[in-house]
């Protein structure tokens, strides 16, 4: 897989699909690599040019000593499209790719079409808990997270129904940089785009899993109340809801990005 070299980062980074077709970025969630959207890549590269990476600490890519911050995730996306030539895409981020795509859109609405904001909120949990978490991590490494990561990813109709696909991910987490993992809760810890939501002037669309005991549809909501004309859209799925319900999911990115 090719890699790009920035800023003392290194992104692994996949493409898919005919590089003529709307460029469409793919932004994965915490303690996941960008091989969690291969039910969207199989489905949409007909139609996109589909990009997909790594988030800094995550999977194949590099896990430089943190803690970052979320102008460092976002400008990793913008710089990683400037590196493919890419003036203008649209954008899919779940959860914590969520709220890189709120800085983007935030920061850069010139550089994208419209932006998916998924299973994510302004303001994620709260300070004390995501630097307990990385203290955690680097102490422990990221077997007790991954031991439990599970009821709070899926519901448990789909934990009892996908073992494997469950058991996959736990393992993934669990053998994921301990580093990067920490380095990506202490930027969870401070990132906060409340006051900034009304700043937004690109299409949004906020989708919200109705199951989802991390961020919730309310939290959903609060983003669509403060955000210029964004959209909400809900899926009955908990807070890993493009593996949960693959092609509603998908459905839904075909639908509100065309």
């Known amino acids: 897989m090719p890699v790009f070299e920035n800023k ?13 077709n709307p460029a469409l970025i793919f932004s994965n969630s915490l303690g996941t690599s960008y091989h969690m959207w291969q039910p969207q890549i199989d489905t949409l590269q007909a139609d996109y040019f589909v990009i ?32 493919l030539s890419i003036d203008k895409a649209f954008f899919c981020g779940i959860s914590m790719g969520g709220m890189t795509g709120q800085w983007l859109a935030i920061n850069h609405p010139d550089r994208f079409h419209h932006l998916m904001l998924c299973n994510t909120a302004a303001k994620i949990g709260n300070e004390a808990a995501w630097r307990d978490r990385a203290q955690l991590v680097r102490e422990q490494g990221l077997d007790p997270i991954a031991a439990t990561a599970s009821p709070r990813w899926f519901t448990a109709d789909f934990i009892d129904h996908y073992p494997d696909v469950v058991a996959a991910l736990s393992s993934a987490l669990a053998a994921g940089s301990s580093e990067g993992y920490a380095s990506c809760c202490e930027a969870l810890s401070i990132a906060d785009t409340r006051e900034q939501l009304k700043e937004i002037r690109v299409p949004i669309t906020v989708l919200a899993g109705v199951e989802d005991p991390v961020t919730t549809v309310a939290d959903g909501q609060y983003m669509v109340d403060h955000i210029p004309n964004a959209k909400l859209a809900t899926i009955d799925a908990s807070h890993i809801s493009n593996i949960e319900q693959p092609e509603a999911f998908s459905d839904y990115v075909r639908y509100y990005l065309q």
């Open 8 to 20: 003392g980062v290194t992104l692994n980074y996949a493409t898919f699909g005919d590089s003529s």
């Open 52 to 83: 997909c990476y790594d988030t800094r600490g995550h999977g194949k890519s590099s896990a430089p000593r943190g803690p970052y911050t979320l102008n460092q995730l976002g400008q990793d996306v913008i710089d990683l499209l400037d590196h």
